[in-house]
Nanobody, 115 residues
């Protein structure tokens, strides 16, 4: 069993910042990839950012220069620092990990950016 618990979502004004955290627990082995997706109402889920076990990062074009992903492998935790938030960043944000050929997902945390 693997559990992912996100925190840090909320309501923020445009231009503001939020920091999301996701802690993995349970039967944790080497997490090859940790990352975040998001899904806005009426839209498909999309990749926001991901980070490999070696520290390689990947970002959606829409968040490059504004969001920063990081991980603390000793704490089984991945972070998403979100700056200069825009109303179009409003979505449910989901943490995920890839481990031993499988993907695991958190329950999501809501981020709402008001204009």
């Amino acid at each position: 069993q693997v559990q992912l618990v996100e925190s840090g979502g909320g309501l923020v004004q445009a231009g503001g910042s939020l920091r999301l955290s996701c802690v993995a627990s349970g039967s944790i082995f080497v997490m090859n990839v940790m990352g975040w997706h998001r899904q806005a109402p009426g839209k498909q889920r999309e990749l926001v950012a991901a980070i490999s076990s070696g520290g390689r990062t990947n970002y959606a074009d829409s968040v490059k220069g504004r969001f920063t992903i990081s991980r603390d492998s000793a704490k089984n935790t991945v972070y998403l620092q979100m700056n200069s938030l825009k109303p179009e960043d409003t979505a449910e944000y989901y943490c995920y990990i890839e481990m031993v050929g499988r993907s695991y997902w958190g329950q999501g945390t809501q981020v709402t950016v008001s204009s």
